[in-house]
């Protein structure tokens, strides 16, 4: 089996969204939307501060779907559109979405964003990958894991693109991957561990 | 010429959709001239190509050379457009780098900023009314205007800058040269630190001279004033490897920047005052006999002996080359104090034993050891002083020393912001080099002082010039920038490729009533950017992903040279560099100078390459993806550069730190001093009471990036306060705010935050004025000149950060 | 006994109502549910609030109509017939809601051909559709009279109307992401589905009986009150079990448990606490209130508007505070945030119908009401005068 994962070391994330626009581009991401943001935990904005000066602290926290092992959006898809494919990944056919959004409620991380209106993309044209498909008005997009990349062995594109390698991707069935050895070894922070999703997506420090 | 036309674009400061919208009401006639007004129309004809025909070419380039990063990135381009940017691959992996900067280049290439044809001013300058005209109409026009200033003026009366990214770094600059032109001189900008830390530590334009990569091997990493995670963010992989391994990181900054948020200690130092933390430490660390004394003996001019009179070392006087690189100086061979013969000898006689303190008598001269005039000079600025002055206290102020001192190897990144921009910036960069000194804490492995936002140090290669006749030069003048709005001067007219008059001058009030006094002023530009409103003539440049040949952009960068190969046509009427000042020398007949296209340059740049370029070619720099290692470049870069030894490049090579030529202005050794505006005790607080200063954004380079409609949804201006200065004001988080000061004012979105220093204002600089709902934040700021810079090797910083301020609701 | 109808004027009225929702949304499929207040931080609006509503209006009459023939209440057998009629135009606009609710309508053929079992929206659909099919046989054997037809049909009916709202509940009720999670959620349906049926069905009866469509005796309506006053109780005492589960860890979901009581949701809460709960317990409780229509009438609406209010509560507030909460938040997907960058970001869910949203739920529910007023002509008109179906009006 495959368990395709992504680790994000917190200690070393800064927070510099390059993450967030490498997904926008790759996936042809249209304005509004965003599949992967760089959130700082806590804070009513970007770069916030949590506690009171001087005594303060920040987490910059990188989001996107967290492709759980028991996820919440599959179950109640009335159509099968959301899917756990054979590699890990949590996946959309977006021939079989019907706009229900029961998945958008269902998703504990705000993972999904739905195509509320015709997209708009600025250059006006898809740009990113070849293979990434476009999506129509009324269906549910998020993070595929880098589908189209990942099929050709390569890395995730916001992996590919950190500039401080915050990012390990990998296979957690294989037990010598760096990313399963990372789990082992480090501090591994599941988010909302209670919601028994599984996320796997995990964060190390 | 066509009234429709002149309509169409009669009123350029409407908004974007504005634009667009009347773009399309005029889209008939945009096609008629052959102009197309928005990038949507422009990109129509091709939307409905289908995927299967699409077709993808893979081309690479170096990218921007302004944020120091350089990045190697691989484009893909489909259907004649850039669809894809990734990083490169690199054999060393620390080098595939890119950042959202780069990525975001896929929208903002096709920005609805961009400048799209020639334009004539049709309004007041400061107006923005253009109207479109032909690339023959507008060089004409340029060609014309110059030469009458220069007749009537001289040739000097033209001012020719580059700036940012048109053509920043790729190797020529023409126009300025032929016309003799006024091209600023030294500009000061970003050398405030460096000016008093250089001469000691022979660091490169303030630029550390060892590599980042050898972070690693430090024990504690001081960053003063410094923000790699948003400067130089693909740099900050060597910071954060470096903490990873074991270093302690601490930040001096009044904000908790990114940076100062990933370290182990943020100092939210008032603002000017790193100079009296540094101070205190250096006291403390004398006080607690922290210092290295073989280090200081061997390696420093600290047993050098001072004359107690006059100030002036002691010793023979000679002609050389001194410590800042200026040629036929009056050097000294200094002389110590022989312990061992009770007599005074040449540094570096064989045996000597030099005494490190100690006052003595030498030719009836009453003479001392720098170390002797240190400790003196250092004695007032007691931890207490330092708690009280900083806003740091004592004991942490004793900490931060500490673990300088003992800990291990220990780095400075003293970087060209924040602190730079105040007017004690040289005596801070004077006092880093003492507590560097004092601890031998430079030239060893992980022990180094510097600016590391452009990587430190690494390897240098300079490609071949391409040959200028002689008289091609510069005016003489060396007029700076930031003077020419407060100064006399004979400048007319002026050509700036870029921003480079609301990027290079503070309080822009003034900077744009020169411009406004100019007789004429032409701006080439990708961009709209500020002060194309102010130009008479402006003239459409393309990216460094356009272009008409097939390479361009010769360029080394991070240990590795390379070309810049084509992604896309340039688009709209936009021109090349080399083009545009092709064209605008034909008018004096001077382009038969120039290389007739980019083919020639690339080759004259690459050919009898010596040195660390040694066997590199055109041929082979495309054969191999328009990518080469630097010779050795398979070696890791920090085990090649820098100091690893400490032996200097200074004449004693030692560390020189008693600053002679300084002893009229009592900064022969660092003298702590206020800086001009925005110190405590400063009567004008009790008008502006809050500091104003301006730091990176990672969604900016100075103002490049403002056109981006994929950054605009992260990032518009704001100005970060502490909530309990909001509060004072009536301010809440997202309030619209008015800055003022004297100078000037603007408006822009207030942000709220714990992690700033209260009675602090910060704000990213800049975007372009429209993007305000007033102003720019260059409206308020500080350009008095510290007149003692004018003796050091950068001349005078512009005070960004030197500036009061106070704030109330739009 | 003279007889009447509802007159054409009325129906017209509704009808042009329903046609214009159904333009607007034509107006929604041409431009996407962007027309809509939704947004990626507050997923669902005025159609799923409003479908909850219904599904739980509709059960008051069903439940009224089987429990009549289970429990052998024999003077709730005369208002069977409006009571089954009400349920069929609820369950209808229910239906109709989820539907407008769809952003990919064309696609909908997708849950026949591969449905997901697992889906609550899946089992919701199909025990709409039973419920439905229900209520439609359940009016033709009455109509035909077919006495043990329908009898049989109301053990069926019955454990079917509990489920129907149990079902809806589980779309929320399952959701681990949101503080509807909750075992409660579903008795909290149903005596929510009771209470406001009930209520709707005595509005209903009034309106026929004003109208002259049929008669209704005072001690049959002051029965119904007395019942309805238990609904409310039991109502009431759910929410309470719920409120003290949320409140008594003062973890997790004491924040939406403070925006209940004191923030974006509280005009709601605390209306259907006091003027959907409270106010018209007390009214019902008392004997002699139960004997005059109009206070049953006003107690009624104010059960009706406070479930309506318990909707909007239960379902907003779930999606104010993210469960990852930090700067710059939510990438919202509007269409400001497509034409205005400044305006991409949502720190918490907020959300206001707009015009369309709101001009398409009067048309569905003009429809029901459509639905309602002829089913009740059709069926009932004339027929305390004759045993035939004629519709006679008596202009």
């Known amino acids: 089996m495959t368990k395709l994962a992504i680790a994000i070391n917190t200690d070393r994330c800064i927070g510099c969204q390059t993450c967030a626009f490498a997904c926008k581009m790759q996936n042809s991401v249209p304005q509004g939307m965003a599949w992967n943001r760089v959130i700082t935990e806590g804070c009513d904005h970007e770069d916030g501060s949590l506690g009171t000066f001087p005594n303060v602290t920040r987490t910059y926290l990188p989001l996107a779907c967290q492709h759980c092992e028991n996820p919440a959006c599959e179950k109640v898809c009335p159509t099968g559109a959301t899917y756990k494919d054979e590699k890990g990944r949590v996946e959309i056919d977006y021939d079989k979405c019907i706009g229900c959004r029961m998945c958008m409620a269902a998703c504990p991380y705000n993972a999904r964003v739905f195509n509320w209106a015709e997209p708009v993309r600025k250059p006006d044209f898809k740009y990113g990958d070849k293979e990434v498909v476009e999506r129509e008005r009324g269906v549910m997009e998020k993070c595929t894991l880098c589908k189209e990349r990942t099929n050709r062995d390569e890395q995730p594109m916001c992996v590919e693109c950190c500039p401080v390698r915050a990012r390990v991707f990998g296979d957690l069935d294989d037990p010598d991957s760096e990313i399963s050895k990372l789990k082992h070894e480090k501090s591994v922070r599941i988010l909302l561990e209670d919601k028994g999703t599984r996320p796997q997506v995990f964060y190390v420090s | ?73 691989k484009a893909t381009v489909r259907d004649g457009r850039l669809a894809k940017i990734e990083p490169r691959p690199m054999k060393d992996d620390r080098y595939r780098k890119i950042c959202l900067r780069g990525i975001n280049e896929v929208q903002h290439v096709y920005a609805a900023d961009r400048l799209q044809t020639p334009l004539r001013r049709v309004g ?404 709209h950017s500020s002060a194309v409103d102010y130009a008479d003539i402006v003239l459409p440049a393309c990216s460094k992903f356009e272009n008409t040949e097939e390479y361009k952009n010769v360029r080394v960068s991070q240990n590795h040279v390379y070309i810049a190969q084509k992604c896309i046509d340039p688009l709209f009427e936009s021109k090349t560099d080399l083009e545009i000042e092709r064209l605008i020398l034909a008018e004096w007949g001077y382009d038969q100078y120039l290389p007739k296209n980019y083919d020639e340059l690339n080759r004259k740049q690459l050919s009898n390459l010596k040195g660390n370029l040694e066997g590199i070619t055109y041929e082979n720099l495309i054969a191999n993806d328009c990518m080469l290692p630097l010779k050795n470049g398979d070696n890791p870069v920090e085990d090649q550069v820098g100091y690893h030894e400490p032996i200097f490049k200074t004449p004693t090579k030692r560390l020189e730190l008693y600053y002679e030529d300084l002893v009229d202005e009592g900064q022969a050794f660092p003298s702590y001093e206020t800086c001009d505006e925005a110190y405590d005790g400063n009567p004008l607080k009790e008008t502006y009471p809050l500091v104003f200063m301006q730091g990176k954004t990672r969604y900016r380079i100075h103002a490049f990036y403002s056109s981006s409609e994929w950054f605009q949804e992260n990032y518009s201006p704001c100005v970060t306060m502490h909530p309990s200065d909001a509060e004072a004001r009536g301010i809440k988080n997202g309030d619209d705010v008015l800055v003022f000061n004297d100078r000037g004012d603007f408006v822009c979105r207030a942000v709220l935050d714990e992690g700033i220093r209260p009675g602090v204002l910060f704000m990213a600089e800049t975007t372009y004025s429209k993007y305000y709902k007033k102003g720019f934040l260059q409206n308020v700021t500080n350009s008095n000149l510290v007149e003692r810079c004018y003796k050091m090797k950068f001349g005078p910083q512009i005070l960004y950060n030197d500036v009061l301020v106070d704030v109330k609701k739009a | 006994m003279q007889t009447n109808t509802f007159k054409k004027p009325v129906l017209g009225v509704f009808g042009v109502l329903a046609v214009i929702g159904v333009a607007c949304w034509i107006y929604q499929l041409a431009n996407g549910l962007a027309v809509t207040g939704m947004s990626n931080a507050n997923s669902w609006g005025l159609y799923i609030c409003m479908f909850m509503l219904f599904v739980g209006l509709s059960a008051g009459g069903l439940i009224v109509a089987s429990s009549a023939h289970v429990f052998g209440i024999d003077k709730f057998k005369t208002v069977a017939k409006p009571a089954v009629i009400c349920s069929t135009a609820c369950i209808c606009v229910a239906g109709m809601l989820v539907l407008v609710d769809l952003g990919g309508i064309a696609k909908v053929w997708r849950i026949l051909t591969g449905p997901n079992f697992m889906s609550p929206l899946l089992w919701d659909m199909c025990i709409i559709t039973i419920y439905l099919v229900i209520n439609i046989l359940d009016l033709v054997w009455m109509q035909k009279g077919d006495e043990d037809k329908v009898r049989k049909l109301s053990y069926v009916a019955l454990p079917v109307a509990i489920l129907v709202h149990s079902v809806t509940a589980w779309i929320f009720g399952l959701q681990i992401a949101r503080a509807w999670y909750t075992a409660i959620m579903a008795p909290i349906f149903v005596a929510s589905a009771l209470d406001s049926g009930l209520a709707l069905l005595l509005l209903g009866l009034i309106l026929l009986d004003k109208v002259n469509i049929a008669k209704f005796d005072n001690s049959l309506m002051a029965s119904l009150g007395k019942l309805l006053a238990t609904f409310i109780a039991v109502d009431a005492y759910f929410v309470a079990c719920e409120l003290l589960t949320m409140a008594y860890p003062g973890a997790g979901e004491a924040v939406a448990l403070s925006e209940m009581l004191t923030g974006a949701t509280a005009p709601f809460f605390w209306f259907e606490i006091i003027c959907g709960l409270l106010v018209p317990f007390v009214i019902l409780a008392i004997t002699k209130n139960r004997e005059k229509r109009g206070i049953i009438v006003l107690a009624s609406v104010l059960v009706v508007l406070g479930v309506a209010c318990k909707r909007v509560w239960l379902l907003f507030t779930s999606f104010i505070h993210p469960n990852v909460y930090g700067g710059p938040g939510i990438a919202s997907g509007t269409f400001d945030a497509q034409q205005n960058p400044a305006d991409m970001w949502m720190l918490l869910g907020s959300y206001a119908p707009t015009f369309v949203e709101i001009l398409v739920v009067i048309g569905v529910v003009s429809v029901g009401v459509l639905i309602f007023m002829i089913l009740s002509n059709k069926l009932i008109a004339g027929e305390g005068a004759s045993s035939t179906h004629t519709t006679k009006t008596s202009e």
Request: glycine share 10%.
């Open chain 2, 1 to 73: 010429m066509n009234e429709t036309k002149r309509n169409s674009l009669a009123n350029a400061t409407m908004s974007r959709r504005g634009f667009v919208k009347a773009a399309a009401i005029t889209g008939a006639v945009g096609a008629a001239s052959g102009s197309m007004f928005s990038t949507s129309s422009w990109l129509a004809p091709t939307q409905a190509l289908a995927e299967e025909q699409s077709e993808e070419k893979t081309c690479y380039l170096c990218h921007n050379f302004h944020c120091l990063g350089g990045c190697g990135l």
């Open chain 2, 124 to 527: 007041e300058r400061g107006e923005g009314k253009f109207e479109v005209i032909s690339w023959d109409e507008a060089v004409k026009e340029i060609a014309d205007n110059v030469k009458a200033v220069q007749e009537k003026y001289g040739a000097g009366s033209l001012y020719v800058k580059k700036s940012v990214e048109a053509s920043l770094g790729q190797g020529f600059s023409f126009v300025d040269v032929f016309l003799n032109a006024e091209g600023g001189g030294l500009t000061g900008l970003d050398r405030g630190i460096a000016n008093g830390c250089e001469p000691a530590l022979q660091t490169v334009n303030g630029n550390s001279v060892n590599s980042i990569w050898e972070m690693k091997h430090a024990s504690t990493i001081i960053n003063i004033g410094d923000n790699l995670a948003e400067s130089g963010i693909i740099w900050t992989q060597a910071l954060v490897d470096a903490r990873e391994a074991g270093a302690k990181i601490i930040t001096f900054d009044p904000r908790l920047s990114p940076t100062a948020a990933k370290s182990d200690q943020w100092v939210p130092v008032k603002p000017a005052e790193d100079v009296a933390v540094i101070l205190g430490m250096a006291q403390h660390i004398i006080e607690n006999k922290w210092y290295d004394e073989d280090y200081m003996k061997n390696y420093t001019s600290y047993p050098f002996l001072v004359d107690r009179e006059t100030g002036e070392l002691v010793g023979e006087k000679m002609t050389g080359t001194n410590r800042i690189g200026k040629k036929n100086a009056t050097i000294v061979h200094s002389m110590v104090w022989d312990e061992a013969s009770g007599t005074a000898v040449p540094y570096d006689q064989e045996g000597a034993v030099p005494a490190i303190e100690g006052e003595f008598t030498l030719d009836g001269r009453s003479v001392a050891t720098e170390f002797t005039l240190l400790k003196e000079k250092l004695e007032e600025y007691t931890l207490e002083w330092a708690a009280e002055r900083s806003g740091i206290d004592a004991q942490t102020i004793a900490q931060i020393a500490d673990d300088y001192a003992n800990r291990g190897p220990a780095t400075i990144n003293c970087a060209e912001g924040g602190p730079d921009k105040y007017a004690n910036a040289d005596v801070l960069g004077h006092a880093i080099a003492i507590i560097a000194s004092l601890t031998g804490n430079y030239g060893k492995l992980g022990a180094s002082v510097g600016f590391y936002s452009a990587g430190g140090g690494s390897l240098s290669g300079t490609l071949t010039a391409w040959p200028l006749p002689e008289w091609a030069k510069l005016s003489e003048n060396k007029m700076r920038l930031y003077e020419v709005a407060s100064k006399p001067n004979d400048i007319h007219a002026a050509i700036t490729f870029g921003d480079a008059f609301t990027l290079r001058a503070a309080n822009a009030n003034a900077t744009i009533d020169w411009i406004k006094s100019l007789d004429f002023f032409a701006i080439i530009d990708i961009y």
